[in-house]
């Protein structure tokens, strides 16, 4: 049994996700890594009002972030993707792992973030306006446990995503077979038969 790969058509355009689905991806693309940024950012700042104003918006981007990944979850489920692209099976067995793992972070991140703002006695009122439940009580020892493990699920998240973009560009660079153009919120130029 042989491994070989049946090659795209020089002008053959791979199937696209659907607008929503692309909407979807983007707009959690760029939240996730506002929030990891943020998070980076803050986490060395000195007590003072401006940090407090800025947990609260990172704070805020996580409930957003858990929604956006409800909705995009949902569609998935709804919406049959497009068929994968031909490639070796390992690399999408990967490929599949990894998105996987994607999902699961997407809702373990911003929920165990949750549950350490409730351990540590500090209530999430999303955008200053809608207070949400503590699902955890106050505890102190409980709180730098959760703290811990939302910094370590966050930076297993933000290598993921490089491994995720690093393969999308391998595709679109190294292996030209359109991949990247399947999620691209751009329509993709024809190629033209010249």
């Known amino acids: 049994m042989h491994n070989k790969l049946t090659p795209i058509a020089a002008n ?13 991806h983007w707009l959690l693309a760029i939240a996730i890594i506002g929030a990891l940024g943020l998070g980076l950012y803050m986490s060395d700042l000195p007590f ?9 918006w990172h ?8 929604l956006l990944s409800a909705l995009r979850l949902l569609w998935r489920l709804t919406h049959r993707p497009p068929a994968d692209l031909p490639m070796p099976a390992l690399q999408a067995r990967a490929a599949h ?3 996987g793992l994607l999902y699961i972070l997407f809702f373990a991140v911003p929920l165990v973030g949750w549950a350490y703002s409730s351990a540590a006695g500090f209530p999430i009122v999303w955008f200053g306006v809608l207070p949400l439940p503590d699902f955890v009580p106050v505890d102190k020892a409980l709180a730098a446990s959760l703290k811990l493990a939302h910094k370590v699920l966050a930076y297993g998240l933000a290598a ?6 690093g ?9 030209r077979d359109g991949l990247l153009d399947r999620m691209s919120p751009f329509k993709p130029k ?4 010249s």
């Open 167 to 175: 393969a999308a560009l391998k595709h679109h660079f190294i292996d």
């Open 12 to 24: 053959a355009k791979p199937p696209r996700y659907s607008a929503v689905a692309i909407a979807l």
């Open 160 to 165: 993921l995503i490089l491994a995720h973009l």
């Open 97 to 99: 792992v990894t998105h």
């Open 59 to 66: 704070k805020w981007a996580g409930v957003s972030i858990l």
């Open 190 to 193: 024809s190629k033209s038969t």
């Open 48 to 56: 003072s009002p401006s940090r407090l104003k800025l947990y609260n």
